[in-house]
């Protein structure tokens, strides 16, 4: 071997050795310390979830202590007679406008609150509302949804249905929920025509409830016979299995929606929801609009109220 070589030999084997010892010494430093902010994350993370937890089971614990004020089971008397349902400006699925007679029927005053929700949970063993992390709501903050008096949510069509009927109610057709929303005319909103985003519990900051609210504590988002939180604060699911095109084809007298959902390759049958949540905008809180949901989903920004027939 020359002498050249055996230098380039030689300087080989000592930068390998040093690359060796640097990464001994100090690579193995950063492992350990990118090793240790993992492990304080990880604990930082479970603290939180354990303090979500906390919260959650200290607001249960609240539900069956708090006494329910006959205010919140109050229901609304709307007459028969016609309305026009559907609006011929809005989308294609609010068209056509039809003039609908429906028979007189009672409709709860407000959305249905946690404390009520709860009361039915107690009494039979039906599950408890499901709070997940959602949209805009950090999991800390989940648990200032548990308000005892603000709209229960994280409940599903078939959460509604069973309470409704543990009432001895039931959910209020698409029809009717409409005509309590409106009144018998044609109007935008429930207060009217007016743009007032500040009227309900809608989206930005226009209003002061960063997420649900009191149930009728917007007293502006109040329709013609006196019901209260239908342009916003939750949206609420309704009876009807959901069709596109049903307003075409509708009878115009009760309407109780189409007989069976239509389910797709990629969608199973769906079920009307109604109204507008504190996360929509004033459009999407008019009065018309129509939106659908699979039936077993739950979310926090879905609650539901109760009709009955007389």
């Known amino acids: 071997m020359s002498k050249y070589l055996t230098y380039s030999y030689l300087t080989v084997v ?14 193995g430093g ?32 609240q539900m069956s202590q708090i006494k329910i004020d006959p205010e919140y089971e109050t229901m609304v008397l709307v007459p028969e007679g016609e309305f ?24 709860d005053k407000y959305e249905m609150t946690f404390v009520q929700y709860y009361a039915f949970v107690n009494a039979t063993g039906h599950r408890k509302p499901r709070l997940a992390g959602y949209l805009g709501v950090e999991t800390k903050e989940l648990p200032r949804l548990m308000n005892p008096f603000s709209a229960v949510v994280g409940v599903s069509w078939e959460d509604a249905v069973g309470y409704c009927r543990w009432k001895g109610k039931r959910l209020p057709t698409e ?3 409409e005509k309590a929303a409106k009144g018998m005319d044609p109007r935008k ?6 743009e007032r985003a500040e009227y309900a519990n809608l989206k930005g900051d226009a209003d002061d409830a960063r997420y649900t609210a009191p149930v009728g504590a917007f007293r502006h988002d109040k329709s ?29 007298r ?32 008019k009065t018309t609009v129509r939106f659908k949901m699979n039936p077993n989903y739950r979310d926090v920004t879905i609650g539901f109220r109760c009709a009955k027939s007389v």
Request: aromatic share 16%.
């Open 14 to 27: 000592i930068v390998f050795a040093l690359f060796i010892f640097f990464e001994i010494r100090y690579g």
């Open 30 to 61: 950063q492992e350990e310390t990118a090793n240790q902010a993992e492990s304080a994350e990880f604990k930082s993370t479970a603290k939180q979830l354990e303090e979500t937890e906390q919260e959650f089971r200290k607001a249960e614990s």
């Open 84 to 107: 026009v349902m559907g609006n011929n400006h809005g989308s294609s699925t609010e068209q056509p406008e039809r003039r609908v007679y429906l028979n007189r029927y009672w409709i």
């Open 175 to 177: 029809a009717e929920w």
């Open 189 to 194: 909103w429930p207060w009217g025509n007016e």
């Open 224 to 252: 013609p016979f006196g019901v209260f939180d239908m342009a916003g604060d939750v949206m609420e699911w309704v009876a009807d299995w959901y069709q596109e095109d049903y307003y075409a084809v509708m009878p115009t």
């Open 254 to 285: 009760n309407p109780l929606g189409p007989e069976r959902g239509v389910q797709t390759a990629h969608f199973n049958a769906q079920r009307v929801i109604r109204g507008a949540s504190w996360n929509d905008s004033l459009e999407r809180a």
